[in-house]
């Protein structure tokens, strides 16, 4: 996987689906800052290290160029996946997060990207990221995104 990947691309290399509607030659963003795709969110670690920790006990599995199913949807149909090439990117769900929103971490020496059959793909730049869960205000409350 480069840096200059199309959607195509990344979904002959990973094997993965996307909806017939999205743009196949389309260049995917890479991009080192926040970035949301549906319910979920990317954030870098430093910008929420105090809320977002990786647990000493945490175990951490290599990304493979398959990819590593983050969560899926509400109804249990499509999936976040986050795929990488082979020994750059690694993740754990051994978090705690005192928002109770965390999925995860990962750290990646390349690029990295976050698939999904509705919204494509998104890449992030090397460093290490927590993937939460959104949530919304749905009149008075917070509410859990659901996609």
């Not at 105090?50 to 109804?75: K, N, Q």
């Not at 990295?112 to 290490?128: I, N, R, V, W």
Request: hydrophobic share 45%; with cysteine.
């Amino acid at each position: 996987m480069t840096e200059a990947e199309t959607l195509a691309s990344l979904l002959t290399k990973t094997d993965l689906a996307a909806l017939d509607h999205l743009e196949r030659s389309a260049v995917i963003p890479v991009v080192a800052g926040l970035q949301a795709q549906g319910d979920l969110i990317v954030v870098p670690l430093p910008m929420i290290a105090d809320s977002v920790r990786v647990r000493r006990d945490a175990g951490w599995r290599e990304v493979p160029a398959t990819g590593v199913e983050l969560l899926r949807s509400a109804a249990g149909g499509n999936p976040h996946t986050l795929v990488a090439e082979p020994d750059t990117c690694w993740w754990t769900a051994g978090v705690s997060d005192s928002v109770g929103l965390a999925l995860g971490v990962f750290e990646t020496s390349g690029v990295a990207y976050l698939m999904h059959p509705e919204h494509g793909a998104s890449g992030c730049a090397p460093g290490s990221y927590a993937v939460r869960r959104q949530r919304e205000r749905d009149g008075g409350r917070m509410r859990v995104v659901a996609d």
